[in-house]
């Protein structure tokens, strides 16, 4: 059972845009920064979104990032075959001293 | 161009032991923060814990799963990190990847994790099996 929650899977076609959530409590996502991981298949995960809403330098900005309260969201415009892999929130939770993630969520580009 | 090397994976029996390592290349090392994060077969990601820089203390901290039984280590003049598991268990079957974890200075004498890591290596397997 992850600390943070993310829906098992989300899917869309090409072109369209999906969003993927990412819910949390006051110890976790309410204070601390959130960041996103893409894990390709067979593949280790790679930082998609840190501190919210900023992207590491390479990455597109068909990704974007926000958060509200204990709540994160990742969005994905444009959506293309290769976006289909495995995506992970993370964040600091104070309460347990520790990085926690969500579950995961497999995104399939019908 | 970061690099991050894992070694040291492979089977081992319940009880046992194994220890991994992580090679770094590319950045200060003697200044990262560095963790180990897991992946069992077909599940999510998993933080193992994570061990300061010596400027920072040194100090580890582990996942409530494996404390007392997993030894995060630094040899900052061979660059390397290590992962030391004890008493495994079958739940510790994974894919461990070494990462560098991002810092935040909050006041003058303090700085914790931002709660992520920018690099990743590749991982290496352990697989604890009888």
């Known amino acids: 059972q992850s600390v943070l929650t993310q829906p098992p899977s989300v899917s869309a076609a090409p072109g369209q845009k999906v969003t993927i959530s990412c819910s949390g409590s006051?110890?976790?996502?309410?204070?601390?920064?959130v960041s996103w991981y893409q894990q390709l298949p067979g593949t280790a995960p790679q930082l998609l979104i840190y501190d919210n809403n900023k992207r590491p330098s390479g990455i597109p900005d068909r990704f974007s990032g926000s958060k509200s309260g204990t709540s994160a969201t990742l969005g994905i415009t444009g959506l293309q075959t290769g976006d289909e892999a495995d995506y992970y929130c993370g964040t600091w939770d104070s309460s347990l001293s520790a990085v926690v993630f969500g579950g995961g969520t497999k995104l399939t580009v019908l | 161009e970061v690099q991050l090397v894992e070694s040291g994976g492979g089977l081992a029996k319940p009880g046992g032991s194994l220890r991994l390592s992580c090679a770094a290349s590319g950045f200060t090392f003697s200044n990262a923060w560095m963790s180990w994060v897991r992946q069992a077969p077909g599940k999510g990601l998993e933080w193992v814990g994570h061990?300061?820089?010596?400027?920072?203390?040194?100090?580890?901290v582990y996942a409530a799963p494996v404390t007392g039984r997993f030894t995060i280590s630094r040899d900052d003049s061979k660059k390397t990190v290590y992962l030391q598991m004890n008493s495994l268990k079958s739940d510790d079957t994974a894919v461990y990847y070494c990462?560098?974890?991002?810092?935040?200075?909050?006041?003058?004498?303090?700085?914790?994790?931002?709660?992520?890591?920018?690099?990743w290596g590749q991982g290496t397997l352990v697989i604890v099996s009888s």
């Open positions: 990462t560098t974890e991002v810092t935040t200075r909050i006041n003058a004498l303090e700085v914790v994790s931002r709660g992520y890591s920018d690099d």
């Open positions: 006051s110890s976790n996502i309410e204070k601390n920064y």
């Open positions: 061990i300061r820089s010596k400027n920072h203390g040194g100090t580890t």
